[in-house]
């Protein structure tokens, strides 16, 4: 028999105050995130607006996009499909009562850490962002740096000291997909310098704070999240943390929707050397996933860091019916070989969910969340699901999960039990 890897995963995601390192915090991890909630302006809000508020129907803003409030049973749906962490994308800006001070308004924060206190009662680790910042994400500046820095210092000084007392299962991202409106291109060196400078004073700022903050998993990121930004000279400075962590805390946070021309929906329904026969595929196939992942972790992991794929997908889409059913089993292959080959690096991955539906560009919708959860692209979690392993070979017995050692080696997680090591897989090592 063989033990589930997603039963191993939340194992290994069990809560505790034991201090992890960042790399230590993604093993394992088959991440989902909670997209199109926390992140939405309130209803009458600009989504594009870069002015501060807090308008009197504020806390409605996690169903303004058309989603039900989250509660304790979707996170519960969540963890019960396989899935042992969360990534809440977290909008502040509409929920700012003094704009000089970046005071949060304290019902805001409250409700945020109901829906971490979610997760953590059902065993999932988590992260929270600031995700849809206008004020900081679209303007990469110099003329706005300094301004934006100090405000950011405010914001996460404040989202610090309320979850100080929270378990190393939580872990805090600086910024999300930084980029001037409209321009997804290649940044110049300003953009770069000013994404490198937000991520310093996020540190600073969480570092600060002390306690546990002093060490808990830190997310930095790339210009725009995209890793070729991050690759390029001058792209991506690791930050300055305290001198006794070294770089042992932090993570670099990328998002893989590669190639978009499949994944997002607009042009190839087949993608990969094993569907090439059924239609014309991208260039990008197979081994541009494993190219690009020894490319993340020679240029990041092998200096210590983590590296967390914090959104990823592919969104339903066919060309007709009758080709339906064998258009998503290329999903399902597509999602099997990305998450295979992330989990054996250690590389966490957080799936994008944004509840959206039928058929076209970016419908990443997974769980529908108008009818009790039900799992909708079933074809995407068999993906994950066996991408992830089935189990560990010979590690079950009588129902219960024997202890063992767990160590690296060449970037992968190895297991060790009686003098016999596997791998996350269940292959004999």
């Known amino acids: 028999m063989r033990l589930s890897i997603f039963l191993l995963s939340c194992l290994l995601a069990a809560p505790s105050m034991a201090q992890p390192?960042?790399?230590?915090?993604?093993y394992g991890v088959v991440g989902w995130n909670l997209g199109n909630q926390l992140e939405c302006p309130p209803t009458g809000v600009d989504n594009e607006s870069t002015d501060f508020c807090n308008p009197d129907n504020a806390l409605d803003a996690e169903t303004a996009w058309g989603n039900p409030k989250v509660s304790q049973a979707m996170i519960d749906a969540v963890k019960a499909a396989g899935f042992n962490a969360v990534r809440i994308p977290v909008r502040w800006q509409c929920h700012i009562t003094d704009a000089s001070t970046m005071a949060v308004d304290a019902s805001w924060m409250q409700r945020?850490?109901?829906?971490v206190d979610y997760c953590i009662s059902s065993q999932l680790k988590v992260i929270i962002n600031t995700h849809h910042e206008?004020?900081?994400?679209?303007r990469p500046t110099y003329a706005c740096q300094e301004e934006n820095n100090r405000?950011?210092?405010?914001?996460?000084?404040?989202i610090a000291q309320a979850f100080a007392g929270y378990s190393y299962d939580l872990?805090?991202?600086?910024?999300?997909?930084v980029h001037i409106p409209d321009d997804w291109g290649a940044p110049s060196a300003e953009n770069l310098a000013v994404q490198n400078s937000y991520n310093q004073a996020f540190v600073d700022a969480v570092r600060a704070t002390g306690g546990f903050n002093s060490q808990r998993h830190l997310v930095v990121q790339t210009y725009t999240c995209n890793p070729q930004y991050g690759l390029q000279s001058g792209g991506f400075t690791v930050p300055t943390d305290l001198s006794d962590n070294g770089k042992k805390y932090l993570s670099v946070e990328i998002h893989y929707y590669n190639p978009w021309d499949y994944c997002g929906g607009t042009t190839y329904y087949y993608w990969g050397d094993a569907y090439k026969t059924y239609g014309t595929i991208p260039s990008d196939k197979e081994a541009k996933i494993r190219t690009d992942f020894n490319t993340y972790l020679n240029a990041w992991w092998n200096k210590g860091l983590g590296v967390i794929i914090g959104e990823w997908g592919v969104s339903d889409h066919w060309n007709s019916v009758g080709n339906k059913d064998r258009i998503h089993e290329n999903m399902t292959y597509y999602a099997k070989t990305l998450s295979s080959e992330a989990y054996l690096d250690g590389i966490a991955t957080f799936?994008?969910?944004?509840?959206?539906?039928?058929?076209?560009?970016?419908?990443?919708?997974?769980?529908n969340r108008h009818d009790d959860m039900a799992l909708v692209a079933d074809w995407i979690m068999d993906g994950i699901r066996t991408g992830t392993g089935v189990g560990i070979r010979s590690l079950k017995s009588e129902?219960?999960?024997?202890?063992?050692?767990?160590?690296?080696?060449?970037?992968?997680?190895?297991?060790?039990?009686?003098?016999?090591?596997?791998?996350?897989?269940?292959?004999?090592?």
Not at 112 to 115: A, S
Not at 351 to 363: L, P, R, V
């Open 151 to 158: 405000r950011l210092k405010q914001l996460w000084t404040q």
């Open 21 to 26: 390192t960042a790399r230590e915090w993604n």
């Open 351 to 367: 799936i994008w969910d944004n509840n959206a539906f039928g058929n076209g560009q970016e419908k990443f919708g997974i769980f």
């Open 399 to 429: 129902g219960r999960v024997p202890t063992y050692r767990k160590y690296l080696k060449n970037h992968r997680l190895y297991l060790e039990r009686d003098g016999r090591v596997y791998t996350l897989q269940g292959y004999e090592y």
């Open 134 to 138: 206008k004020w900081l994400e679209s």
């Open 112 to 115: 945020v850490k109901e829906v």
């Open 171 to 177: 872990a805090f991202a600086g910024t999300n997909e």
